[in-house]
C-alpha cells in the first residue's frame, strides 16, 4: 500500500471543489483516459479579471490524483493570476504534507492544468500536439520535439521539470512526467536530457560499441529486439521473429497484426534503422517468410 | 474493522488446522529431518506423510514431489533445468500472460543467447494453440505456460499444449499455483512433465513451494549442496511449512466441490450483481473457461487504486490491474496482452473468494460497490460526459 499522509488521504476522501463552473473564466484540461489520469481545471476570476474567486475541479486518477487536484484548488483560490502561476508542483506536494516519489507526476499534473487555464484565457499560445500521439497532456509554452510517444511528452517540458525538480535519474523522470514509464523507448534521450541540464557527462546514453565479436553482435541484435522493438510492436498487437543472423545480415519475419501489414516494409526499416543505431552500422534487416 | 478478504489469488488465510498441523514442529518437535536419532527421524515420518498428501491431491506419486521455497523457485527451477538437460536446444516457449516468475527468466535467458516465443492470447486470454503448434521446433528445450491465470483466472489447455510441446521432444512445464486447490487436477492421466505450486495460495503459509516432476523426466537441480528432496533440491526442509502444506492438500481435496459449486456460485453472484448494476464496466475473460474463485472486471472512466482504497474503507480487500497501484505506469501485462483498451484496464479491480467468503461478505460488496463507482466517475471528467441521465 502506498504510503499517503493523512492530509492526502483526507483530501481524496473528501476532495475539496469537485465540479464544474459553467461560466468559468479559464479551463485547462489535461491528460486523457488512456494514459491513466486526466484533470480539468475551472477557475472564475474577479470582476477586475485579476483574483481567482472559485475553482474547481474534475479528475479522473488515483488517490493522489484526486487528492493533488483538491489540494490545488484549496491553493489557489483568493491569488491572483500571477500568484497562482508562481504555484510549483512542489508547492503542491508540500500542501499535501508530500507525496511517494512514484506519485510525484500526479502534483506536476496540477501544475500543468493551472498552467494551461491560466495560458488559454490570457490568450498565450499553446502548442499544438501531435494528433497522432493525443494521448498526451497539453503543455503551454513548451514546444519542442516529442521525447515520449506514449505519454506524448516533449523535450521542452521535460528539461523543466528536471531543472526545477533537481531529478538526476531516469527513475525520478518517470515518476515526476511518466516519461519513459511505458514503452521505454525514450529512456536514452531522457538520459541525455538530464546530461544535458545537469551538464555532466556520467549519464550518457546508450551508444552503440566500438568493435564487437561475433558472438558478442548476435547478442546484442537479441537483446536489442526483445527490449527495444518487440514491445514496441506488441503495443499495435504485432510481433516479430528473429530468423537468422548472417554476418551483418539480420533476418526477420513478421507475426500477428505485422504479419501481412501494409506497412510491414517501413517496420523492418525502424528495426534496421534501431540496430544500426545500437549495434553496428553496417546492418541489413531482410524480411522473410515464415 | 473486520475485513472481507476477495484477494486470495495474492495469498490466502492459512486454515486453523493446518496450522495446529505445523505448530508442534517449531519449539517441541524441531529436529532435522535427516538426522539417524529418532527426534529427527519422528519429524521425516512427518515429512513423509505431507509429501504423501500433496501427491494424493495432485494425483502424482510421492517421488514426485519435490519441496521448494516457493512457486517462483518451482518457475525458475523448472526452466533452468530444462535447459541445462538439453544443452542443444536453445529456444523457449511461454505466453504473454505469464506471471512475472517465469516471464521474466524467460526475458532474462533471451540475454544469454536463447530465443523465446511468448505466444499470445485472445480478447477473452484464450491461449492460440495454433500459434504454438507453429512454434514448437526440434529446437525447444520447454514450453512453460500456466494452467490458471492470476489476473483473470482464465485457464489455459494445459494438456493440449504439452502433447503439442511433447510431439517435438520438448519438456512442458506449468505454473499451476493459482489452479491447484481450485480445480481437479490428476498428473497420473497427464503429459505434463514439471508443474509449479505455491503453499500460500492454498491455506498454507508463506515459505514453502513444490515441483512436481514426473518419474523419469531428467532434471538438474536448481540448488545443490545437499542430499535432501533426493539430491534435487538441497538445503534443510522447511519442516514445519511441508508438514502445514501437506494438511492444507488434504483440505483442498476435501473442499474442492465446495470450491466448484458455493465458492462459484458466490463468484457468479457477484459478477452478475456488479455487471447488472454498473454500466459501462466488462468482465476480463468473459467467455473463457476461467477459475471458479476469480473474476476481474474493468469499470471504464474511473481508476483503479481510487476504487482500492475507497473499497478498503469498507473493509473490502481487492486488487487491481492499474497501473497506479503497483508503481509502474502501464497498466497489466495481462490485460494489454489481451486487447483490453487502456482505458479500461486503468479501472480493472480483480475479487478472488475463497472457501471463507461468506454471503454476507458478497452483500456487503454489491451493497458498497456501486455508489464508490458513481462517486468516483461523478469527479471523472469523462465518467459524467458519458454518463448523463444515469445517475
Not at chain 1, 475553482?55 to 491553493?75: P, R, V, Y
Not at chain 1, 521535460?158 to 538526476?168: F, G, H, P, S, Y
Request: hydrophobic fraction near 40%; proline fraction near 4%.
Amino acid at each position: 500500500m502506498w504510503d499517503y499522509t493523512p492530509i492526502v488521504k483526507d483530501h481524496f476522501l473528501n476532495p475539496r471543489n469537485v465540479g464544474d463552473i459553467a461560466d468559468a473564466d479559464a479551463v485547462g484540461e489535461v491528460g486523457s483516459l488512456a494514459c491513466g489520469d486526466a484533470l480539468k481545471l475551472y477557475l472564475k476570476l474577479d470582476d477586475n479579471k485579476d483574483k481567482i474567486v472559485d475553482a474547481k475541479f474534475q479528475t479522473f486518477g488515483c488517490a493522489s490524483a484526486i487528492a493533488s487536484s483538491s489540494a490545488l484548488t484549496e491553493m489557489v483560490k483568493g491569488k491572483t493570476l500571477d500568484e497562482a502561476l508562481a504555484v510549483s508542483n512542489q508547492d503542491i506536494a508540500d500542501f499535501l504534507g508530500g507525496l511517494p516519489e512514484e506519485k510525484m507526476h500526479c502534483s506536476v499534473m496540477g501544475q500543468e492544468a493551472l498552467e494551461v487555464a491560466i495560458f488559454k484565457y490570457r490568450g498565450m499560445p499553446i502548442p499544438q500536439h501531435d494528433s497522432e500521439h493525443d494521448h498526451g497532456h497539453a503543455y503551454p509554452d513548451y514546444e519542442g520535439e516529442i521525447v515520449c510517444k506514449c505519454f506524448g511528452i516533449t523535450d521542452t517540458f521535460l528539461k523543466k521539470v528536471i531543472e526545477t525538480n533537481r531529478l538526476t535519474t531516469v527513475e525520478q523522470v518517470t515518476n515526476f512526467t511518466k516519461a519513459g514509464g511505458a514503452c521505454g523507448g525514450c529512456i536514452p534521450k531522457i538520459q541525455e536530457l538530464i546530461a544535458h541540464v545537469l551538464g555532466d557527462a556520467d549519464a550518457q546514453p546508450r551508444k552503440r560499441p566500438e568493435k564487437l565479436s561475433n558472438m558478442k553482435k548476435m547478442q546484442l541484435i537479441q537483446e536489442v529486439l526483445e527490449r527495444d522493438i518487440r514491445p514496441l510492436l506488441w503495443a499495435d498487437g504485432g510481433d516479430l521473429e528473429l530468423i537468422d543472423i548472417d554476418g551483418s545480415k539480420v533476418q526477420i519475419a513478421f507475426r500477428k497484426a505485422c504479419a501481412g501489414c501494409a506497412s510491414s516494409g517501413n517496420t523492418a526499416r525502424m528495426v534496421e534503422i534501431k540496430l544500426r543505431d545500437l549495434v553496428a552500422e553496417d546492418i541489413v534487416v531482410e524480411e522473410v517468410s515464415q | 474493522m473486520k475485513e472481507i478478504y476477495l484477494d486470495n489469488n495474492a495469498t490466502t488465510k492459512v486454515d486453523e488446522a493446518v496450522f495446529e498441523e505445523m505448530r508442534p514442529y517449531f519449539c517441541e518437535l524441531y529436529g532435522n529431518p535427516s538426522s539417524m536419532h529418532f527426534f529427527g527421524g519422528q519429524v521425516q515420518s512427518k515429512v513423509n506423510e505431507a509429501r504423501g498428501r500433496v501427491a494424493e491431491l495432485l494425483g502424482a506419486t510421492p517421488d514426485e514431489i519435490i519441496f521448494t521455497a516457493c512457486g517462483t523457485e518451482s518457475d525458475n527451477a523448472a526452466i533452468r533445468s530444462a535447459l541445462e538437460v538439453f544443452p542443444d536446444r536453445r529456444h523457449i516457449i511461454t505466453s504473454r500472460v505469464e506471471h512475472p516468475a517465469v516471464l521474466t527468466q524467460c526475458r532474462n535467458l533471451t540475454q544469454k543467447g536463447y530465443r523465446v516465443t511468448e505466444i499470445g492470447v485472445d480478447g477473452a486470454g484464450r491461449l492460440d494453440l495454433e500459434e504454438l503448434k507453429a512454434a514448437v521446433d526440434t529446437d525447444t528445450a520447454i514450453v512453460s505456460l500456466m494452467w490458471a491465470n492470476n489476473e483473470t483466472g482464465v485457464l489455459f489447455p494445459v494438456e493440449e499444449a504439452a502433447a503439442i510441446a511433447k510431439s517435438k521432444g520438448a519438456l512442458f512445464h506449468s505454473d499451476a499455483v493459482q489452479a491447484i486447490g481450485k480445480i481437479p487436477i490428476n498428473m497420473a492421466a497427464s503429459n505434463i512433465d514439471m508443474l509449479s505450486l505455491s503453499g500460500h495460495k492454498l491455506h498454507a503459509p508463506k515459505g514453502i513451494g513444490v515441483l512436481y516432476l514426473r518419474r523419469g523426466t531428467p532434471y538438474r537441480p536448481f540448488l545443490v549442496g545437499g542430499h535432501q528432496e533426493k539430491s534435487r533440491r538441497a538445503g534443510t526442509e522447511n519442516a514445519a511449512a511441508i508438514i502445514a502444506l501437506g494438511k492444507a492438500c488434504q483440505l483442498a481435496g476435501e473442499h474442492m466441490e465446495t470450491e466448484n459449486t458455493v465458492v462459484k456460485a458466490l463468484r457468479d453472484r457477484l459478477q452478475d450483481t456488479l455487471m447488472a448494476a454498473i454500466p459501462y464496466a466488462r468482465i476480463n475473460g468473459d467467455g473463457a473457461e476461467r477459475l471458479p474463485n476469480t473474476t476481474s472486471i474493468a469499470f471504464e472512466f474511473v481508476e483503479g487504486e481510487a476504487i482500492l482504497l475507497l473499497l478498503s474503507e469498507f473493509g473490502i480487500c481487492a486488487s487491481s490491474g492499474s497501473a497506479c497501484t503497483s508503481g509502474s505506469l502501464e497498466p497489466s501485462h495481462v490485460l494489454r496482452a489481451m486487447g483490453v483498451p487502456f482505458t479500461c484496464a486503468h479501472g480493472s479491480i480483480r475479487f478472488s473468494l475463497s472457501r471463507y467468503t461468506t454471503d454476507a461478505e458478497i452483500d456487503t460488496v454489491i451493497r458498497e460497490m456501486p455508489p464508490i463507482i458513481a462517486r468516483l466517475r461523478q469527479m471523472s471528467p469523462f465518467g459524467r460526459e458519458h454518463l448523463k441521465g444515469q445517475g
